[in-house]
T-cell receptor, first 111, second 114 residues
Framework: GENVEQHPSTLSVQEGDSAVIKCTYSDSASNYFPWYKQELGKRPQLIIDIRSNVGEKKDQRIAVTLNKTAKHFSLHITETQPEDSAVYFCAPTYGGFKTIFGAGTRLFVKA | DAGVIQSPRHEVTEMGQEVTLRCKPISGHDYLFWYRQTMMRGLELLIYFNNNVPIDDSGMPEDRFSAKMPNASFSTLKIQPSEPRDSAVYFC????????????FGSGTRLTVV
């Protein structure tokens, strides 16, 4: 079955620094690559996504890059703020709905 | 739209009791998913429906778990009898893949079985 790995599992950065989280997957049929953010005690929420025909997508301080050949995609957060502190999940998907969630990366942004 | 609505938000029950979790998906979404989240196992897919029909229930832990979707606006996840190891947060999510906009999760039900 699909194998999804996220690295690192925990990331601590200083406010204003950048953070990068990488997700590797095994199923070459995956064609949709979202990232979810889950704050403590809340629901996971979609923050950015990319389709397989695009290499990069940016939305203000967050961006996602995709390397389909190498089967990995990454979340980039620039100018981090304390409110970025959360757990981030990658969720490579194929067929529009067959999704496997990564184990999550806990991001701490120190003020 | 009010989003995906789950009830109850919290449930505390005694071992052996029946527990029913409820979910109302976003109108027009044709996929509905039930997930369980624990610290040890992360987000686990239990079952998903397409157009009210169960498609894959291979994630349902055992026969004590059952799920139904009698119509497009309502789904239930039932645990009977409940056990302490069922304690977790249960999320319902819905999606409309033709729009490719990912999942919208409900607020979750925090279940504690004592």
């Amino acid at each position: 079955g699909e194998n999804v790995e996220q690295h690192p599992s925990t990331l601590s950065v200083q406010e204003g620094d950048s953070a990068v989280i990488k997700c590797t997957y095994s199923d070459s049929a995956s064609n949709y690559f979202p990232w979810y953010k889950q704050e403590l005690g809340k629901r996971p929420q979609l923050i950015i996504d990319i389709r397989s025909n695009v290499g990069e997508k940016k939305d203000q301080r967050i961006a996602v890059t995709l390397n389909k050949t190498a089967k990995h995609f990454s979340l980039h957060i620039t100018e981090t703020q304390p409110e970025d502190s959360a757990v981030y999940f990658c969720a490579p998907t194929y067929g529009g709905f067959k999704t496997i969630f990564g184990a999550g990366t806990r991001l701490f942004v120190k003020a | 739209d009010a989003g995906v609505i789950q009830s109850p938000r919290h449930e505390v029950t005694e071992m052996g009791q029946e527990v029913t979790l409820r979910c109302k998906p976003i109108s027009g979404h044709d996929y509905l998913f039930w997930y369980r989240q624990t610290m040890m196992r992360g987000l686990e897919l239990l079952i998903y429906f397409n157009n009210n029909v169960p498609i894959d229930d291979s994630g349902m832990p055992e026969d004590r778990f059952s799920a139904k979707m009698p119509n497009a606006s309502f789904s239930t996840l039932k645990i009977q009898p409940s056990e302490p190891r069922d304690s977790a947060v249960y999320f319902c999510a819905s999606s409309f893949p033709d729009r490719g906009n990912g999942y919208t999760f409900g607020s979750g039900t925090r279940l504690t079985v004592v």
